[in-house]
Structures are given as C-alpha cells and as structure tokens.
C-alpha cells in the first residue's frame, strides 16, 4: 500500500510518499527515486496501529512530516501534467477556498469497461449531489482521493485522518467534514490534468467496490437494498413496459428513459472524455451495477464486514465508527 501527501510552502513542495507495508519492489524504488530528487522524503511503516486504516494511517504520518501552509493528498498511480499542481493552488487562492478537489480522467482499456465507469459516475452524482460542494450554504461536501488540496489550517480545524482513521471511504468524509465545519470548499474537473486506470478490469472493479459500498450507503442494509429496488423500477423496468399492451404504460416508459439518456448524457460530458454515444449500453451497464451493488453488499453481510489488504474489519466497529464520526 502506498500513501503519498505534499506539504507546499511559497510554492516550493516537499513530497512524502509513505511506503505502507508494501511485499514488493515499492521500498527501493521510493528510495532510488528519493536518491535523484531532493525534494522527494520517503517514511516506511513497519506495523498498523489498532483502530486505523493502512491507507489513512499513511496519510496521517506523511502530514506529521510535511512542512507548509497547504497539503496535497494523492494516490500513487495518479498522473499529472506538469503544471496540474501550480494551477489547483492558483484557483484555490483565487477563490479563496480551503479545501479544493478535482476529478481526474478515469481511464480504461476495453469499451464495456468504460462505459460501466462512466455509469458509475452518473449513479455516484445522482446518490452523492457533488455539485453541491461549491454552493457554501447546501449540506454535503465532496472529496475524491485523486486530487485533494487543503489548506494547513482547515485540515487541524476538522481534525485531520485521526478523525477518518477507521473510515474506508476517507476522501469522501474528509470532504464531507470540510463542509461541515463551515470550511470553504471547491470541486473542479481536472480530466486534461490528471489521468488514473481506475481498474484494469471489471473483475477488479467489482472486488475493489466490496470496500466502499456500504460506507457509501451509510453501512445500513436497507439502504442497500432500497438502492438496488430503485435502481431496477428507474433503470431496468422502463425497457419491459415499453412493450406493455397499454398506450400510456409506453409512453411514459420511454419519457422516462429519453430523460435517464438526456442526465446520463450530462454525466459523461461533465466527468469523463468518453464519447457520448456510449449511452447506447446503459442496460447493460445498469445490470452490471446491480450486480456489482447485490455482490458487494451480501458478501459484506456474509463476511461480517469488509476484507481489504489481508485485513478484515467488523462491520459493527465500522458502523460505530463512522456514527461516532458524525457525531463530533
């Protein structure tokens, strides 16, 4: 596992990638690239503290380090063009925020692919509003774990990753806590500045979500499953009825998947640099949604919690967790 978190100060960064207990080649060649690059200092974790997350205990120790009046959470496989970072500090001024975030291009290699990333993206900006993180006085908050800009000062104001060091989905809640807090927030599109594969397959994809899908419902079950009922009567239903006997039943099923297509199409305009033609498989990647949804959520309720990174935690501490959490 591999945290990365830059500390900026005037301009000039210092970058500290935290090798978290990584079994391959990440330790040497973090120090070979610390050997050539001076502003580059490498932490190594040994051991994962009871009560935290890998991923978020990583984040936590490159800030202890991190030097300045601004920090840059990023994941480790993002790609930036070379001036990504000066224009986000440059807009975050310019709109005097404290906290900015940016959606990178997601990228894929196969068609299906692609088009379930960019369903993906509808479903998460009909469940998640993100518009709302730039309307300061709207409820919300938006933080994605590409590309997370925040200044010193808001960051000790929420209470930094010891307040998210048991949540899997901690950029989210870490945008949601900036807003909470009263802290100005930004979400822009950064897909001609920042690329990421998001997963190389669908496979990965459907195991990568067993993490995250119910800290985005809010670890409740019924939940889940008004998700999947919705999504099915919304997303799947309106194709049977269009070959209903009765008149009306038609037209108001194909109304209803001219304006699914029509916010469908705006999603994909708006967060990714696929063509908007691929709207043609929405069934598709629909039924490949509930599937990934029902997989992730029964497997979760089988197991007693989530297993990432050889660990395995409970599903009753993570629910307390994340209660406890929006309780301060």
């Known amino acids: 596992m591999f945290g990365f978190a830059a500390g900026t100060k005037k301009c000039k960064s210092r970058n500290y990638p935290v090798n978290d207990r990584s079994n391959d080649n990440t330790a040497a060649i973090m120090e070979e690239t610390a050997r050539l690059n001076p502003s580059i200092h490498t932490i190594h974790i040994d051991s994962l503290p009871e009560g935290w997350l890998g991923k978020n205990h990583a984040l936590a120790k490159g800030v202890e380090q991190a030097k300045g009046n601004y920090f840059l959470f990023t994941d480790?496989?993002?790609l930036f063009t070379p001036n990504a970072c000066s224009k986000?500090?440059?807009y975050l001024k310019k709109e005097q925020a404290d906290h900015l975030t940016v959606s990178p291009d997601l990228r894929a290699n196969s068609l299906l692919l692609r088009g379930f990333i960019s369903y993906?993206?509808?479903?998460?900006?009909?469940?998640?509003r993100p518009w709302t993180a730039n309307r300061s006085k709207t409820a919300g908050g938006?933080?994605?774990g590409a590309f997370q800009l925040i200044k010193r000062s808001c960051y000790q104001?929420?209470?930094g990753h010891e307040k998210l060091k048991f949540r899997p989905d901690d950029d989210l809640a870490l945008g949601e806590r900036v807003k909470r807090f009263g802290y100005k927030q930004r979400l822009a599109t950064g897909l001609?500045?920042?690329s990421v594969e998001w997963y190389p397959s669908l496979s990965l994809a459907f195991k990568g979500f067993e993490k995250n899908a119910f800290a985005g419902l809010n670890y409740s079950v019924w939940r889940g499953l008004f998700a999947v009922i919705c999504l099915i009567m919304t997303q799947l239903l309106p194709y049977v009825f269009l070959f209903s006997s009765l008149h009306s039943v038609q037209i108001i099923s194909a109304l209803n998947l001219l304006l699914l297509f029509c916010l469908y199409a705006i999603a994909i305009k708006s967060l990714t640099r696929c063509s908007v033609f691929i709207i043609a498989g929405q069934p598709i990647y629909a039924l490949l949604f509930v599937y990934m949804l029902m997989r992730a959520l029964i497997l979760t309720w089988i197991r007693g919690g989530i297993e990432w990174r050889g660990n395995r935690y409970p599903l009753h501490e993570l629910k307390q967790y994340y209660k406890n959490s929006k309780e301060d």
């Open 76 to 78: 480790a496989d993002i």
């Open 157 to 159: 104001g929420i209470g």
């Open 88 to 90: 986000a500090l440059t």
């Open 192 to 194: 001609h500045s920042l």
């Open 120 to 128: 993906f993206l509808f479903g998460f900006s009909v469940l998640k």
């Open 142 to 144: 938006m933080g994605i």
